[in-house]
């Protein structure tokens, strides 16, 4: 594989999604809509929310233009990259009945081949969180698996971190070293408006290849490093995950738990905008003749009474403690014992879109000062 | 092939065991049926309706028996089906009941309820292999005399195992004869069973109270953590780790259980809405 680094003109920026159609990616990435950058499809490197920013704070979110006509100077907004990969509504099968008989007819494979534009840092980890659940386990969910191996990823490295960002803590960012196909450093001065390239991939080198790069120098690489220290050095949140995973499940019964639950809404938010978070339900909907059922999954949340329901009884999870419990215990802990690591990487969209502003890295320190308290 | 596909299975015949539970002897349109061990379910789907889990309560050469008690929109559906109707089927999954861990030690079988289900494929299993086993005693409670499952196996149960039941109310049936059982919590029964608490595998499936109690019992008569089993029941989608329901602290139940062993999950029973 080659770990070679280009340097692309910031002017010459629309050859990079001239070469990923030609290549029959269908592109898709940030752009501005409704006061918040979102990823919807793009054309041109125009589409893109150029010089603008966003202010993230606890249970705050807003965009401001701020003319530097950089490309990638805000971090991440509500969706993620799960919204292509596995969509919130997916077919899973259809029964068709004909007299006693059944058939079950699987949903056609997907079609689509994206490449995403901007993936950051903690997105790439959420990727391979998303990765290990979806594709790494006996069985495996064949459509994200399929939309998965296609997709065309072009990584940025951040050059400013949001004040909810705490990729550093959770050790995935802000550099992204590994797990790209291309990854953009942004480089902008009074001289000159480049991007450094680097190739992560066979499929990254052959659109590299396309735009005919010059290679980059020393200095160049040496000043993309710079970028992305600065960012570290710039984070908005830190979490102290040492020896978490067990003492998080030691304080399951911690009153903290009864406290947070005064505040939190139970509204599932932060399952929504979570780029790890996988959980789904099955919906049914037959005809009226009664010969066709279809079967979607849709996403779900464990927020959702429903989804601990058990016959003649209340769910499992009745109370908002109980299930803000489970998804913070899960993201931080036994995520780790389910599947060898982390649910969570530190994005910090869960903060920013809570509409009360609960902070995980602030709950799981009250919840760590209370276990050493007592210790 | 989608994981979520599920294999049309066909309904061979209808066993009504109480008021409200049935055993379908079901067995797939075409092919042979799947392997499965005692312990395991199956997702199980009428036309129109969820998939629920199911597990298997008896394992014949090409069919399966699955004992369904009618609680909700999906087991009403599925009860409702009479032979010749279609159904789908996706399994087998989750852990079994630990067989093999057991053979050369005393038995115990404790069941709840509807938690006999599940049990019953490994009475089969000690009725063709009784020699493998020391002593083997069954401890079965239910609500009332009406609820008592499979009573047309009981007779060949009790000629090579022991068979002890109670129930938690003593409604007499018009047509019945007196009830000779105990009445009271399976917990009393504990200690009338005989066997060797150091050389004992212990079974519990039923309602989650009934397994935490009996297992707290069975422990402190000297069985291992260990050597107790328990088979934990948890809201499903998917069965195969993808959905995230079925989730108990850090065990997915339908991937790591539903059969676990009581070490690994004790600490977990006794926390509220974990
Ligand atoms: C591993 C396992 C094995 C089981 N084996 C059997 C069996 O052999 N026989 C039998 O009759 N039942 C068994 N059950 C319970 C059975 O799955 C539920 O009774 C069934 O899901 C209820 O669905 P419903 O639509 O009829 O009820 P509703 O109350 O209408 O269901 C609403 C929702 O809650 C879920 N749900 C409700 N009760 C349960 C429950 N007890 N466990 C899990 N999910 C539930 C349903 O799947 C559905 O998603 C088993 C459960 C598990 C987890
Ligand atoms: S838990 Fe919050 S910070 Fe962690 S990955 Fe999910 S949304 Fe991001
Ligand atoms: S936190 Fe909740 S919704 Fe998210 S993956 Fe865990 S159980 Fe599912
Ligand atoms: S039932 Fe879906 S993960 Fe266990």
């Known amino acids: 594989m080659s770990n070679r680094r280009h340097i692309l003109n910031a002017d010459a920026f629309d050859q990079l999604f001239d070469a990923l159609r030609d290549a029959g990616y269908t592109t898709v990435g940030p ?21 603008w920013i966003d202010v993230q704070e606890a249970g705050r979110y807003a965009v401001q233009d701020t003319g530097s006509g950089r490309y990638f100077d805000y971090t991440v907004g509500p ?83 949001g004040n909810t960002c705490f990729c550093v803590s959770m050790n995935t960012g802000p550099r992204a070293s590994a797990g790209f196909d291309l990854a953009l450093t942004e480089l902008k001065d009074a001289g000159r408006h480049v991007f450094v390239v680097e190739v992560g991939s066979p499929r990254g080198a052959t659109i590299a290849a396309a735009l005919g790069l ?36 030691q304080e399951a019964e911690n009153p903290l738990w009864n406290d947070i639950a005064q505040r939190c809404l139970a509204c599932a938010n932060c399952t929504m905008v979570c780029p790890t978070c996988f959980c789904t339900t099955v919906e049914i909907d037959s005809d009226l003749e009664q010969t066709r059922a279809s079967h979607t999954q849709v996403s779900d949340s464990c927020f959702h009474a429903s989804f601990t329901q058990m016959h003649g009884g209340p769910p499992v999870r009745d109370t908002t403690s109980a299930r803000y419990r489970q998804w913070l215990t899960h993201k931080l802990s036994t995520w780790h014992d389910q599947f060898g690591h982390s649910g969570c990487v530190g994005c910090g969209r869960c903060v920013t879109w809570c509409p009360v502003g609960i902070d995980l890295t602030a709950e799981a320190a009250r919840l760590r000062a209370s276990h050493e308290e007592r210790a | 092939m989608s994981v979520y596909l599920p294999r049309p299975f066909v309904v061979d015949a209808v066993e009504r065991e109480t008021a409200d539970t049935v055993t379908l002897v079901i067995r797939p349109q075409s092919g042979l049926a799947p392997a499965m061990k005692a312990g395991q379910f199956a997702m199980l789907s009428a036309f129109g309706t969820g998939e629920v889990p199911i597990s298997v309560s008896r394992i014949a050469r090409d069919r399966l028996h699955h004992t369904i008690r009618h609680v909700g929109e999906a087991t009403r559906a599925l009860t409702a089906l009479k032979t010749g109707d279609s159904l789908g089927f996706r399994g087998p999954f989750g852990t079994a009941w630990p067989l093999a861990a057991a053979v050369g030690k005393d038995l115990l079988v404790l069941a709840g309820g509807l938690g006999l289900a599940p049990l ?13 086993f020391a002593r083997v005693s069954v401890l079965y409670g239910t609500r009332e005399v009406s609820q008592v499952l499979f009573g047309r196996d009981h007779k060949a149960w009790r000629s090579l195992m022991s068979l002890r039941m109670t129930v938690d109310h003593d409604v007499r049936q018009p047509d019945c004869a007196p009830w000779s059982g105990q009445v009271g919590v399976i917990t009393k029964l504990i200690p009338k069973a005989t066997y060797d608490a150091q050389n004992t595998v212990a079974m519990v499936c039923g309602p989650e109270i009934m397994m935490r109690f009996s297992a707290r019992d069975l422990e402190a008569s000297g069985i291992e953590r260990a050597n107790i089993h328990v088979s934990l029941e948890r809201n499903m989608k998917c069965a195969v780790g993808l959905c995230g329901h079925c989730q108990l602290s850090n065990f997915l139940v339908c991937r790591d259980g539903a059969v676990l062993s009581y070490d690994r999950v004790a600490p977990l029973l006794t926390v509220r809405e974990l």
């Open chain 2, 120 to 132: 019953r494929p490994v009475l089969d299993y000690v009725m063709n292999h009784r020699d493998r």
């Open chain 1, 214 to 249: 010059r290679d980059s120098t020393e200095e160049d690489w040496a000043a993309a490093r710079a970028v992305s220290a600065a960012t570290a050095a710039n984070m908005g949140r830190q979490l102290d995950t040492t020896g978490l995973v067990s003492l998080l499940q």
């Open chain 1, 31 to 51: 752009t501005l809509h409704d006061g918040a950058i979102v990823y919807d499809a793009l054309t041109c490197a125009a589409d893109l929310p150029v010089g």
């Open chain 1, 79 to 161: 969706h993620t990259w799960k919204r292509f990969l596995r969509p919130p509504r997916e077919p899973l099968f259809e029964a068709i009945r004909s007299g006693a008989g059944v058939a079950f007819h699987a949903a056609a494979a997907p079609e689509e081949t994206y490449a995403l534009m901007g993936v950051r840092a903690c997105d790439l980890a959420a990727l391979g969180v998303l990765d290990a659940v979806l594709t790494g386990q006996t069985y495996v969910d064949t459509r994200y698996a399929t939309r998965r191996s296609r997709a065309f990823v072009v990584a940025v490295q951040c050059a400013r971190a």
